[in-house]
């Protein structure tokens, strides 16, 4: 297991002072990105053999949020890889060791040059620990989409929106889609986040929200022009939206 230890910082917070959702999701990939640095299989590793890490799907369980200038810790490990995917557990931990946030990440390898799936070099078996899942509630594989749903403006991807593969950052989907959200109804907290990654997103593309706000469900399919989905989000919030 890799873990490190850090402060909410004001720059992470929102206007109660808590640590907000996008941020949240930074600590849970910094944490996996530091990972790999540590154990000599990084982003230099990576870009001199000509593949990447990119994760395909997201549940994330929020018990708690810490607050400005808390202490918390990060951890990950991966449960579980076969030829083509791996599993990833994420807590973070108040000081206590109190767990406030649970998530489970399925990732896959890409070709940076043809950007097709690859089976998984053999040297990424140095993650693998022989540790059970966190207990949580299931990774879905597959978000279904709701019938009946509203068109918002469309997003231009720039380059604030990009990340080091040069696509659209995980975190930034979830953005775009909390903010689209944010126009049709008042969104809480989430007691839980699901993401699923169809395709990747590029400066220049227009992502287009489509929303269905559903009692406790907001769900946003972030389309591409031609109408296919680039990403689809599930929001449940405990009290509705």
């Keep these: 297991m890799f873990s490190f230890t850090s402060t909410v910082r004001f720059s992470e917070c929102d206007e109660t002072s808590t640590l907000a959702l996008v941020p949240l999701i930074n600590y849970l990939q910094d944490c996996s990105a530091f990972h790999t640095e540590s154990l000599g299989v990084g982003i230099?590793?990576?870009?001199?053999?000509g593949?990447?890490?990119?994760?395909?799907?997201?549940?994330i369980e929020i018990h708690a949020l810490p607050k400005l200038c808390d202490p918390l810790r990060v951890e990950t490990y991966c449960y579980e890889m076969k030829r083509t995917h791996a599993m990833r557990s994420y807590a973070l931990r108040a000081e206590d060791g109190t767990i406030l946030v649970a998530a489970d990440a399925q990732y896959?390898?890409?070709?940076?040059?043809?950007?097709?799936?690859?089976?998984?070099?053999?040297?990424?078996?140095?993650?693998?620990?022989?540790?059970?899942?966190?207990?949580?509630?299931?990774?879905?594989?597959?978000?279904l989409l709701p019938g009946d749903y509203t068109v918002c403006e469309p997003i231009a991807v720039g380059k604030q929106h990009l990340d080091y593969n040069d696509h659209v950052n995980n975190a930034q989907y979830v953005l775009m889609a909390l903010d689209a959200a944010s126009t049709l109804a008042e969104i809480g907290v989430p007691a839980a986040l699901d993401v699923q990654y169809r395709k990747m997103a590029f400066q220049g593309d227009t992502v287009i929200p489509h929303v269905r706000i559903d009692g406790p469900l907001a769900c946003v399919d972030l389309a591409a022009e031609d109408?296919?989905?680039?990403?689809?989000?599930?929001?449940?919030c405990a009290e509705g939206v």
């Design 44 to 49: 230099a590793f990576q870009r001199e053999r």
């Design 51 to 59: 593949y990447a890490w990119a994760i395909t799907s997201w549940r």
């Design 108 to 143: 896959v390898v890409f070709d940076r040059e043809s950007g097709k799936l690859m089976r998984i070099p053999e040297s990424e078996q140095i993650y693998l620990e022989e540790r059970p899942r966190l207990e949580m509630g299931p990774l879905e594989k597959k978000i």
């Design 227 to 236: 109408g296919s989905s680039y990403a689809i989000v599930r929001l449940t």
